[in-house]
């Protein structure tokens, strides 16, 4: 081989890498066009300003709060539960109507089936992933889904969508949190709701009456 022809190929492959980090760059940059910091919490979106959109998702009536859960229940599951419920309860706090949609996860972390209390304290029935779809495709609610868990999220992040908020975390010991940080930017009462909630929670607990002005 002469010089001219190793100088070709050499050439092609410093090109190929090029290209090659160059992709692999441009995949790991946020590829979201609106991107800011509340307060550790990342939130994203391509289609609205959530400076302004959570404003208006907090306007609407109907919501759907969907988590995952697995049918083997661990201690991740529950994380995942309490910070669904910061959301229904702030929301209730509000005078929101709110179903509870908790989206089923087998062993295999694909969607099983979902229950559902259908808006009401009394009911939780069992319904099947294509009912479940159809739930999280209707317009007639904002649906705030609170996913599982995963270390490929790398960092807990709020995605918006129209009618969706979307929360991931990489761990269960922030998703707590993260729920918290979305309901303030919502609804400037959300402290003063969940101090509430827990004052009833505590009294009953402890044999009390509490008192509800």
Same mark, same amino acid.
């Given at each position: 081989?002469?010089?001219?022809?190793?100088?070709?190929?050499?050439?092609?492959?410093?090109?190929?890498?090029?290209?090659?980090?160059?992709?692999?760059?441009?995949?790991?940059?946020?590829?979201?066009?609106?991107?800011?910091?509340?307060?550790?919490?990342?939130?994203? /979106?391509?289609? $609205?300003?959530?400076?302004?959109? =959570?404003? @208006?998702?907090?306007?609407? &009536?109907?919501?759907?709060? +969907?988590?995952?859960?697995?049918?083997?229940?661990?201690?991740?599951?529950?994380?995942?539960?309490?910070?669904?419920?910061?959301?229904?309860?702030?929301?209730?706090?509000?005078?929101?109507?709110?179903?509870?949609?908790?989206?089923?996860?087998?062993?295999?972390?694909?969607?099983?089936?979902?229950?559902?209390?259908?808006?009401?304290?009394?009911?939780?029935?069992?319904?099947?992933?294509?009912?479940?779809?159809?739930?999280?495709?209707?317009?007639?609610?904002?649906?705030?889904?609170?996913?599982?868990? /995963?270390?490929? $999220?790398?960092?807990?992040?709020? =995605?918006? @969508?129209?009618?969706?908020? &979307?929360?991931?975390?990489? +761990?269960?010991?922030?998703?707590?949190?993260?729920?918290?940080?979305?309901?303030?930017?919502?609804?400037?009462?959300?402290?003063?709701?969940?101090?509430?909630?827990?004052?009833?929670?505590?009294?009953?607990?402890?044999?009390?009456?509490?008192?509800?002005?």
């Amino acid at each position: 081989m002469n010089k001219k022809n190793l100088f070709y190929i050499v050439g092609f492959f410093i090109v190929i890498a090029v290209i090659a980090w160059g992709a692999a760059f441009a995949l790991a940059k946020p590829n979201f066009i609106y991107n800011y910091n509340a307060n550790g919490l990342i939130v994203r /979106s391509n289609d $609205f300003d959530p400076k302004m959109y =959570f404003a @208006e998702l907090g306007n609407s &009536t109907n919501f759907i709060v +969907s988590p995952e859960m697995h049918e083997t229940v661990s201690a991740d599951d529950h994380s995942v539960f309490g910070a669904a419920n910061i959301f229904s309860v702030v929301l209730t706090g509000n005078k929101k109507a709110v179903v509870m949609l908790v989206r089923v996860l087998d062993s295999g972390n694909s969607l099983a089936y979902c229950m559902t209390n259908k808006g009401s304290l009394q009911v939780s029935e069992k319904v099947s992933k294509e009912q479940c779809l159809a739930y999280l495709d209707s317009n007639s609610a904002v649906k705030i889904m609170v996913d599982y868990p /995963s270390e490929s $999220f790398q960092i807990a992040s709020a =995605f918006l @969508e129209k009618d969706r908020i &979307t929360i991931r975390t990489n +761990s269960a010991s922030n998703i707590g949190n993260s729920a918290f940080v979305v309901s303030a930017i919502m609804y400037e009462n959300t402290e003063e709701i969940i101090s509430k909630s827990n004052d009833i929670v505590g009294s009953v607990l402890s044999g009390g009456v509490p008192k509800v002005n």
